[in-house]
């Protein structure tokens, strides 16, 4: 069987997808399944022309917004790209953003088409300040979930909480199917260690949606409550300058470590004893199993995917999001009780390796391509061999 992996970030770029689809890539290789994964380089910018065709809204009515027309512009792009590169037939395209699965179908209909949705564009956008909830930005992206569901041969998605988040959107969610995140082990070795101060560490993108004010402020109630701690930050973005700022405001900067982006922070990770992200939102959450998989202490914010990989109390703490104070009891709880903090870990480390490996993500999606392995018999193509 021959499949394309449609990305839009190349697969160097940050980010659970980009980090996950070349390893799926690597497996299915190995098992005799041609897979190919293509993406569009940034350097592509304002080259396409391709017409956009929406056939459950009119797109028309959306033009002349600065964000929309932007966002139209990138399709163009990809399609423009798409064209120029893409010149052979797929048995089946697995796309893993909107637009490049909308630009797929558009150029290639006869090619069964799976799409996973893997997290939530406009809410990102409401959560970082650059649209407003029920604004005709936030119109035209939950619309695309419409386009996506009548134009596809199926949808998945990573977590059941974004399944319902979807809900409202489609016409029958029921028929989403939903493979979490997997994560190959080999890439994740736990290293023992002993450090007098405990180490905190989180992995994001340095935006609102992640909520480090939040955790800025319960990092200064529990300086002032005498329990000393280290906070390594591993990411960049556009607030990086203002959390600096509150940083020095709260009297922390000599506690808190900023490394900026790094391209493999499961190398990094097991160091450290704690993970924490305090998300104002999270489709999945994919750094926590990585983090779990390194043997870290995990505590996270009761939204989204993160809450279906932490059970509070057993492999990790999960906290209300917003809320510095329950941030900072539980981060407490962890810092105080080195025996607590790596039997929590030990848990999270034994739920990741059994739910969220990549084997189980490689069976799950090979029993769904396997649904379309027959579709290139006019092709004179012959039917491809069962892989081992």
């Not at 558009?106 to 909830?133: A, C, D, K, W």
Request: aromatic share 10%.
């Amino acid at each position: 069987m021959d499949i394309l992996q449609a990305l839009f970030f190349p697969p160097e770029q940050p980010g659970g997808v980009s980090s996950m689809v070349p390893y799926i890539q690597e497996r299915f290789n190995k098992m005799n399944w041609q897979m190919e994964l293509f993406s569009i380089p940034k350097r592509v910018r304002g080259k396409g022309q391709e017409e956009v065709i929406f056939e459950t809204f009119d797109v028309k009515e959306f033009e002349g917004n600065l964000t929309i027309d932007k966002y139209l512009q990138t399709f163009r792009d990809y399609a423009w790209w798409t064209r120029l590169r893409v010149h052979k037939r797929y048995d089946l395209i697995h796309a893993h953003h909107p637009i490049a699965a909308l630009v797929m179908k558009q150029l290639f209909p006869e090619t069964p088409l799976l799409m996973t949705i893997h997290s939530s564009y406009e809410r990102e956008l409401i959560l970082n300040g650059r649209i407003v909830e029920g604004g005709q930005e936030h119109r035209f992206l939950t619309a695309i979930y419409k386009e996506l569901e009548a134009k596809t041969d199926g949808l998945l998605t990573v977590s059941e909480s974004f399944r319902s988040y979807l809900a409202p959107y489609l016409n029958s969610p029921e028929n989403i199917k939903i493979i979490p995140n997997g994560f190959d082990e080999k890439r994740f070795r736990p290293i023992a260690h002993e450090n007098e101060v405990a180490q905190l560490i989180t992995v994001c993108r340095l935006v609102p949606a992640k909520g480090l004010d939040t955790l800025f402020h319960a990092c200064a109630e529990l300086k002032r409550r005498g329990k000393p701690f280290v906070l390594h930050i591993i990411g960049d973005g556009p607030i990086r300058e203002e959390l600096e700022q509150l940083a020095v405001e709260l009297d922390l900067y000599d506690d808190i470590i900023f490394y900026g982006y790094m391209l493999h922070p499961e190398e990094f990770m097991p160091f450290f004893d704690i993970f924490v992200l305090p998300s104002r939102a999270e489709a999945f959450g994919s750094v926590f199993a990585e983090a779990a998989l390194c043997l870290l202490a995990l505590v996270g914010t009761r939204v989204g995917g993160i809450a279906e990989q932490i059970e509070h109390g057993v492999n990790g703490l999960l906290v209300p999001p917003e809320d510095p104070i329950a941030l900072c009891d539980a981060l407490e709880q962890m810092v105080s009780d080195p025996t607590y903090r790596y039997n929590m870990a030990r848990s999270a480390w034994n739920k990741a390796k059994q739910v969220y490996s990549l084997q189980r993500v490689i069976a799950q999606l090979k029993e769904v391509y396997s649904l379309y392995q027959q579709p290139m018999l006019n092709d004179a193509k012959s039917a491809p061999s069962s892989p081992d």
